[in-house]
């Protein structure tokens, strides 16, 4: 469900924003919480439902790993403390490079291991690095907030889930506080500023210049080659719609969490 795609504009914003709006102005915030929550991880598992176990888990098992560093002696912090990051690189590496070692290994030594071709688990860079830093901030006596339910949303909240910006605990956590958001109406309005300017970079810039870049590249896709201006084109407009797609992006994450009065850090100035 991409942020511009219409599930996510006229079915999937709608419903979230409209709940968690009356559910802010009857004083619930606590509910308001654990719906972004729920509705938080219905987007992850709207791409692959098999996936979300996985996403669970990892929320699940940091969190208690993270409690128990914040309280047990510094003794004992480090070897929990490699215990953890190695579960999470050990994940991160099965899922992203296992395939990819077994091909190495494979035209090293002439053996024939079978690829376990693993379904990449969506953004499991992003709430993994996410987690990584969250221990080690626990390990250096950092965490002041254990709340699970606070937690599990500062790692699944949809608008940073899929790609970023990447936050520390201390960031994203205390502006979900008690769940009630103060000046609605005024993060509305920025919130709603951004995101359409980001909805612009994406479908009137950056996908006008794939309308350029894509012709150039089926060219040498086909075994041809693209003539010079061609290829000039070709290169500068696929830059150009790179570009705006991760700007607007940036922009669109931004601004979608502006209007839960969420203010994401910035993670998109220049080139």
């Not at 802010?24 to 709207?46: D, E, K, M, N, P």
């Not at 626990?138 to 909240?157: E, H, I, N, Q, W």
């Not at 500023?193 to 590249?217: E, R, S």
Request: charged letters at 15%; hydrophobic letters at 55%.
């Amino acid at each position: 469900m991409l942020f511009h795609s219409d599930q996510f504009l006229f079915v999937f914003l709608p419903i979230v924003f409209a709940a968690w709006w009356m559910l802010q102005r009857i004083g619930a915030g606590r509910l308001a919480q654990a719906w972004l929550l729920l509705t938080s991880l219905v987007f992850y598992g709207w791409w692959e439902p098999r996936l979300l176990p996985l996403l669970l888990t990892s929320i699940a098992g940091n969190y208690l790993v993270g409690r128990y560093l914040a309280r047990t002696t510094a003794v004992g912090r480090r070897p929990l403390l490699v215990c953890g990051l190695l579960a999470n690189l050990g994940s991160l590496a099965y899922f992203k490079y296992a395939d990819f070692g077994i091909g190495v290994w494979n035209d090293l030594t002439g053996s024939e291991i079978a690829a376990l071709r693993p379904v990449l688990p969506l953004a499991i860079s992003f709430f993994t690095f996410q987690q990584m830093a969250f221990l080690i901030d626990a390990a250096r006596g950092r965490m002041t907030d254990f709340d699970p339910l606070r937690y599990a949303l500062f790692v699944s909240f949809f608008p940073q889930l899929i790609a970023g910006p990447i936050v520390h605990h201390h960031e994203l956590m205390p502006q979900f506080g008690s769940g009630r958001v103060k000046n609605l109406d005024r993060h509305f309005a920025v919130g709603l500023t951004i995101f359409a300017i980001g909805l612009f970079k994406k479908t009137v810039l950056a996908d006008q210049f794939a309308l350029y870049a894509d012709p150039v590249f089926n060219i040498a896709e086909r075994g041809q080659l693209p003539l010079t201006g061609q290829a000039w084109v070709g290169m500068v407009a696929f830059t150009l719609q790179i570009y705006f797609d991760f700007s607007a992006y940036s922009d669109m994450a931004i601004g979608v969490g502006r209007l839960f009065g969420i203010v994401l850090p910035l993670n998109f100035d220049s080139p």
